[in-house]
């Protein structure tokens, strides 16, 4: 079964899953198709973090994108000090980070690859060559996006000459990429990080009229890593594995779970009335009561507590410390009982990051709140079970807008990410003390990834692979889909398709047109603040059943799932 955010890249997974290869060897094929087809999110421009699941143990594979050997701490500094508007600083060669993706990907395949590396890039190479029908979610962003045709390669290949955006339907080919994806398929990650095509990124991203210093040197010395991944016990029956920092994605998320468990268990919630929103249904449609007023205030302390510590601890461990000595000393159960124990019946004031026992006082100041954007999500299972859960990005919508060839002189090509401004752009607090997740060379940013897996505590079994795009959302569209699978009994296209509901230190945002006026006015009377937005999630998900494996795709956006 495979589960991604357009259903061309999931037919090219399932094509790889029939010819024999492994959970990762289609999740390959898949990435290189959203390379081709979703442009806007992912890519080998970009990074991506992936957890494996071989039967036997849960690996952790980081590819990071990470800063050049020439970044500096103010980087998104203007004359003054003062930190770049985010459109601002998202926009040109300064933003692009060296991507890692590719490289990941070979590690992984080095270990769990079933079939020939090259096989995997034939959907993509086909697809890229034939031309592909312009979707009307990429349609829809090309129209609205004002940055992209500032780039000369990407306004004479993604628009008319007139300026508009090719109509929903014109078959869009790349030559460029094909060739790309060539060399990448014969020679493997060398193809991109040396050679012909680190040559054309190094020299897209330095002559840019917002250059940046990302350097053939720095994609040659580019390494993937494999880590420890984070495994976490809940619900006294499930184990929950995410990925760690540089990753906020799982550390965030269990925070919050784990102090609404312990709320629960001090003052239980009956569980909450679920909509009647079919799968496959337009989640958009009518007013659902998902949660109550009350669940939600708990989500959003919980939420509030959660990302303060975020803000202050959680950045690339190669550059600084766990509280403790050790991540999960987050995640202790004294330390979220005495956290959640701050939770009261309005929203409170004010909230600071706290300290788990053990650790010293921290020697960094928090971050400010700071916009993410972006990326994909991948949930495979082959016949095995074995299973992989990858999230992609490319950070904002096009990324840095940079349209590269790879040297080939064709029109097409991919674009650069802009994962530079995933650093905090402010360095230091008024005090000078040093914010954790600041820009220094070589550190790879803090993400809000969350490729998850979930097991049964008491067998092994592999139960869910889960995971988001997003941005800093991520982690609360994941949490949603978690809570309402575990505790609430919903199939995971039920809980996809539920409401969503964000907090990102900041007033509760809610998706437009899914609550009701009384469920709003009651949070109000808590003391929130509430905005209605469009929470465009794009959650791809894959339970186990007693019938069998069961997927669940967004329909906020093109995802699918297929499966024999």
């Known amino acids: 079964m495979v589960a991604a955010a357009n259903p061309l890249a999931t037919e090219a997974g399932l094509l790889i899953l029939r010819a024999g290869g492994s959970a990762l060897d289609a999740a390959i094929a898949v990435q290189m198709v959203l390379t081709l087809v979703e442009p806007q999110s992912s890519g080998i421009g970009g990074g991506a973090l992936m957890l494996s699941w071989n039967g036997q143990r849960v690996q952790a594979y980081d590819g990071r994108e990470t800063a050049p050997a020439g970044a500096h701490e103010a980087l998104f500094l203007d004359a003054q000090g003062k930190p770049l508007p985010m459109q601002q600083a998202v926009f040109g060669g300064r933003a692009v980070a060296t991507p890692g993706v590719v490289r990941m990907l070979e590690l992984a395949h080095a270990q769990h690859g079933r079939l020939p590396w090259a096989r995997l890039f034939e959907p993509a190479v086909s697809l890229a060559e034939e031309g592909f029908p312009l979707g009307p979610r990429l349609h829809r962003l090309l129209q609205l ?7 000369a390669s990407a306004r004479r290949y993604y628009y008319q000459p007139d300026g508009s955006p090719w109509p929903v339907g014109h078959r869009l080919r790349n ?21 012909a095509v680190a040559r054309s990124v190094a020299q897209a991203v330095q002559s840019h009229p917002v250059p940046g210093t990302l350097s053939e040197a720095d994609l040659k010395g580019y390494r993937a890593l494999e880590r420890e991944p984070l495994c976490t016990f809940w619900l006294q029956r499930r184990l929950v594995c995410g990925f760690p920092p540089p990753s906020s994605g799982h550390l965030t998320m269990m925070q919050i779970l784990g102090m609404l468990e312990w709320l629960d268990v001090e003052q239980p919630l009956k569980a909450p009335a679920m909509g009647a929103v079919a799968a496959g249904q337009d989640p958009r449609s009518g007013l659902v009561h998902s949660v109550s007023a009350e669940w939600l205030h708990r989500y959003n302390e919980a939420a509030r507590l959660a990302y303060t510590d975020r803000a202050l601890y959680m950045a690339d461990p190669a550059f600084v410390q766990p509280p403790a000595g050790r991540w999960d000393s987050l995640l202790q159960r004294d330390y979220l009982n005495r956290r959640a124990s701050l939770i009261g019946q309005r929203a409170a004031s004010r909230v600071e990051p706290g300290r788990p026992t053990g650790a010293a006082s921290q020697p960094l100041a928090a971050m400010p709140d700071q916009i993410e954007h972006g990326t ?15 999230t992609t990005t490319i950070e904002a919508q096009f990324g840095a807008r940079i349209l590269v060839d790879g040297g080939t002189g064709l029109p097409g090509g991919f674009l650069l990410n802009n994962q530079m401004t995933d650093f905090s752009f402010v360095p230091r607090d008024a005090a000078g003390t040093p914010i954790a997740n600041r820009v220094q060379a070589n550190k790879r940013p803090r ?12 067998d092994g079994r592999l139960l869910m692979s889960v995971g988001s795009p997003g941005g800093g959302m991520i982690i609360h569209f994941t949490a949603k889909v978690l809570v309402a699978t575990q505790q609430w009994g919903l199939s995971v296209q039920e809980a996809i398709n539920l409401p969503n509901f964000v907090q990102v230190q900041g007033p509760i945002w809610l998706e437009k047109g899914r609550y009701s006026n009384d469920l709003v006015q009651q949070l109000q009377a808590r003391g929130h603040r509430i905005e209605e937005r469009d929470l465009t999630s794009g959650i791809q998900a894959i339970e186990r059943t007693p019938s069998g494996w069961f997927g669940g795709a967004d329909p906020r956006r093109e995802g699918v799932v297929r499966a024999d």
């Open 145 to 151: 996006d004002a940055l992209l045709p500032r780039d």
């Open 175 to 195: 030559p460029a990429l094909a060739q790309v994806l060539r060399q990448l398929a014969m020679q493997g990650s060398r193809a991109l990080h040396e050679g």
């Open 376 to 390: 994909s999500h991948i949930s495979v299972v082959d016949e095995r079970g074995h299973a992989v859960s990858l």
């Open 447 to 458: 993400s809000s990834m969350s490729p998850t897996l979930v097991f049964d505590q008491h």
